[in-house]
């Protein structure tokens, strides 16, 4: 999307439900469900109006005595509306990223 100028952000607000495994207490899911605010610079909204929409989230992790590693797939959406007149014209715009997190508990760390 080199054509499109400007900054965008998605902001969620959302609820979950973690699930452990019961043969593997370590390891997790999570489900995250809520609304997504959109937002833009002047530059990326032009004569838009943006709208928020759904967020959804997907989390597998696993613990490892002091680590903790994740994989996380997301998605947030949301619709960009041009008025023209009467008209209304809405693209409907969607922003999705898988990502991997590892992080180490030092509080639990022995000498």
Avoid: H
Wanted: net charge neutral; charged share 15%.
């Amino acid at each position: 999307m080199e054509c499109i100028k400007g900054k965008f952000n998605f902001i969620p607000l959302y609820g979950l439900v973690m699930y452990s495994f019961p043969n593997t207490p370590q390891s997790y899911g999570i489900i995250r469900y809520g609304y997504s605010f959109f937002k833009g610079d002047n530059d990326y909204k032009g004569e838009f109006e943006l709208e928020g929409g759904n967020y959804y989230s997907f989390v597998l992790g696993s613990k490892f005595n002091n680590a903790t590693i994740e994989i996380v797939w997301s998605l947030n959406q949301g619709k960009a509306i041009y008025s023209y007149g009467s008209e209304k014209y809405t693209a409907e715009i969607q922003y999705d990223k898988l990502s991997v997190g590892f992080s180490i508990n030092l509080a639990n760390l022995q000498n």
